[in-house]
Antibody, heavy 115, light 109 residues
């Protein structure tokens, strides 16, 4: 079955750029939406945005100025970049397939913003 | 933005009891775009219900969803030990297009 796996640095310095990758296995990402969600420690879920395998995107307006998403078809991967990070961006970052029906999810990766 | 308010924040019940979780939207949500997720400690959320009432693959039939418009409900008919977790509702529509409720924690009484 389809599985998603997030990867990237676990520690990012304030003001730097967070870069994460979501690798999909068990199927092609053609005609595929990938949604990014984050969860601050002990908090609820925040939608970051989604990207389609064609490159179509939709970002959370509250983060739009700092994020970009991309797709790498040959690697079966999606990527998320977030610039100018602060401690408030410390969270577990998840990728999930779909837009309104998110299934499956990756296991998540904790990103800590600290000097 | 469509705000989803979940209640109660915490539900203390015993195994075998019925759990009723509420999700209220600040404006009408299409039932097609209302989903419920379960999250256990240290794990990613898992899709339980989509389209307000359709169980995802492999989800036991003790989980059921209902509702329309602004009021939606997740019911667990008889709690099993593995059901104690946090539950989130989620909608698609508006701007931003996706929002989540704050969650309901179902804990062991």
């Amino acid at each position: 079955q389809v599985q998603l796996q997030e990867s990237g640095p676990g520690l990012v310095k304030p003001s730097e750029t967070l870069s994460l990758t979501c690798t999909v296995s068990g199927g092609s990402i053609s005609s595929y939406y990938c949604t990014w969600i984050r969860q601050s420690p002990g908090k609820g879920l925040e939608w970051i945005g989604y990207i389609h395998s064609t490159g179509s995107i939709n970002y959370n307006p509250s983060l739009k100025s700092r994020i970009s998403m991309s797709v790498h078809m040959s690697k079966n991967q999606f990527s998320l970049k977030m610039t100018s990070v602060t401690a408030a961006d410390t969270a577990v970052y998840y990728c999930a397939r779909g837009v309104w029906r998110l299934d499956p999810w990756g296991q998540g990766t904790l990103v800590t913003v600290s000097s | 933005e469509i705000v989803l308010t979940q209640s109660p924040a915490t539900l203390s019940l015993s195994a075998g009891e019925r759990a009723t979780l509420s999700c209220r939207a600040s404006q009408s949500v299409s039932s097609t775009y209302l989903a419920w997720y379960q999250q256990k400690p240290g794990q990613a959320p898992r899709l339980l219900i989509s389209g307000a009432s359709s169980r995802a693959t492999g989800i036991p039939d003790r989980f059921s969803g209902s509702g329309s418009g602004t009021d939606f409900t997740l019911t667990i008919s008889r709690l099993e030990p593995e059901d104690f977790a946090v539950y989130y509702c989620q909608q698609y529509g508006g701007s931003p297009p996706v929002t989540f409720g704050g969650g309901t924690k179902v804990e062991i009484k």
